[in-house]
């Protein structure tokens, strides 16, 4: 079997100049990170080298790993950017501007809900390995801001789900795969600056790759929230219990079960949340004791 056809070697036609879409998640982040960005500015009485109050507060530092109340700020950093003199525009800028062109065609491709678990989860854990890295070498007063790692990961998994799609780099049309060498090449001959986080880059690609090699699916984010949430009614919440098997409408019921179907067939049984693996059970309980009736 040839390169070109493997499964993960996609030829789709995708919209690079996606229409802007309020409901989507990239809209979501774009928004929320240029409001971050504006209030600092409006917010902050600069001095020289100074990242301004909203990024002061939010930003990662080395010696935040010897503080567990700040550990929160291994997702924090990656919603502020550079407002130094030095970084200028440009860090918000290039990191929206590539969340923008490729992102909704990533979000498209993994639905609204796993491409945010994703974007989230790869910015934590680019946030956690730059801790611990600077914990290891001593540098408890460098800082660490911008959604690069979570940005970079995201145009990664462009690059793999969309190979041969054409695009835009420096004004030159390229085949997806040329990016993703110009950002793996890029990384690894640029020197360690205060001003570069190669690490981060580095640990956003390697994410994405093995998000995509392995099969990983971070839905499990989404079931362990809701195994805190039963334990804490469990502890805390009224002895109220609701039976499962009340019925609900059959059309319902069979739209629901059509959706799940469908994602199943496009993303695979290793996609399901906990909710919707226990709705297809009960599912699929009901449809043999209807069978049976007949």
């Given at each position: 079997m040839g390169l070109y056809e493997r499964d993960y070697y996609r030829d789709d036609t995708i919209r690079l100049q996606p229409d802007w879409d309020g409901k989507s998640?990239?809209?979501y982040l774009l928004l929320l990170n240029i409001a971050i960005y504006v209030a600092n500015i409006l917010l902050s009485n600069f001095k020289a080298n100074d990242q301004g109050i909203v990024n002061n507060a939010l930003m990662l530092a080395g010696s935040d790993a010897t503080k567990p109340w700040l550990w929160?700020?291994?997702?924090?950093?990656?919603?502020?950017?550079?407002?130094?003199?030095?970084?200028?525009?440009w860090h918000i800028v290039f990191n929206m501007l590539g969340l923008y062109f490729l992102g909704r065609s990533v979000e498209d491709r993994y639905g609204k809900w796993e491409f945010l678990r994703i974007y989230l989860s790869a910015a934590v854990l680019c946030g956690v390995a730059w801790l611990l890295k600077n914990s290891l070498i001593g540098a408890?007063?460098?800082?660490?801001?911008?959604?690069?790692?979570?940005?970079?990961?995201?145009?990664?998994?462009?690059?793999?789900?969309?190979?041969?799609?054409?695009?835009?780099?420096?004004?030159?049309p390229v085949p997806a795969w040329v990016l993703g060498v110009f950002l793996v090449l890029s990384n690894l001959i640029t020197t360690p600056t205060s001003?570069?986080?190669?690490?981060?880059?580095?640990?956003?690609?390697?994410?994405?790759?093995?998000?995509f090699f392995l099969g990983w699916n971070f839905s499990f984010v989404q079931d362990l929230g809701g195994a805190l949430r039963r334990l804490r009614r469990k502890w805390l919440g009224p002895k109220l219990r609701i039976h499962e098997d009340v019925e609900?409408?059959?059309?319902?019921?069979?739209?629901?079960?059509?959706?799940?179907?469908?994602?199943i067939h496009e993303l695979g049984k290793d996609s399901l949340t906990a909710k919707e693996r226990k709705f297809m059970e009960k599912y699929s309980r009901k449809v043999r004791a209807r069978k049976q009736e007949f």
């Open positions: 998640a990239v809209s929160w700020h291994t997702l924090s950093y990656a919603f502020v950017h550079d407002a130094s003199a030095n970084g200028g525009i408890p007063n460098s800082r660490l801001l911008g959604a690069s790692g979570a940005v970079i990961c995201i145009e990664m998994l462009f690059v793999l789900n969309f190979p041969k799609q054409v695009i835009y780099l420096f004004v030159f001003q570069v986080a190669v690490d981060v880059h580095i640990m956003g690609i390697l994410i994405a790759v093995a998000y609900l409408a059959s059309g319902t019921d069979d739209a629901e079960a059509d959706r799940i179907l469908a994602k």
